[in-house]
């Protein structure tokens, strides 16, 4: 399966912020969507990173006192690992795994199609396991 398979079976919101958005809104927008991680653009809506509640938390236990005042650009991850649509799924749970991380956005060319999770990687792989145990079950109990 393909990052664009995965893509079209969810609902897929993309969330985004700009770099000089304040912490505090950034961590409001992630807890009012209910997602972990927030795509940062540019004004012309190009990807230039990505801040995950992770990062946030990280901001608040390094600098509470001034967390409310600072930027997003202080704690987003620049030039953050992306898919693209013809990405093997496999391939992006190894470069998520290898990597650490839990939100990777998806580019079509330069465009920002959507945003994929380890959640939606771990689905994926559960289908495709029950997929292939109902097909072995079959065929033990044809023969």
Do not use: C, W
């Amino acid at each position: 399966m393909k990052v664009a398979d995965l893509l079209k079976n969810k609902e897929n919101l993309i969330f985004t912020i700009t770099s000089d958005t304040n912490l505090f809104e950034a961590m409001t927008k992630l807890l009012e969507q209910k997602i972990g991680a927030l795509i940062v653009v540019d004004s012309k809506n190009k990807l230039i990173g990505i801040i995950s509640e992770r990062d946030l938390m990280r901001g608040i236990y390094q600098d509470y006192d001034g967390f409310k005042t600072k930027k997003v650009a202080s704690l987003m991850s620049s030039n953050p690992l992306v898919a693209i649509l013809d990405d093997e799924i496999d391939y992006i749970m190894k470069i998520m795994t290898k990597n650490q991380i839990r939100h990777m956005p998806v580019l079509d060319k330069e465009k920002i199609v959507g945003m994929i999770s380890i959640r939606d990687v771990i689905k994926y792989q559960l289908q495709e396991t029950e997929v292939k145990n109902r097909y072995l079950e079959e065929y033990l109990f044809n023969q």
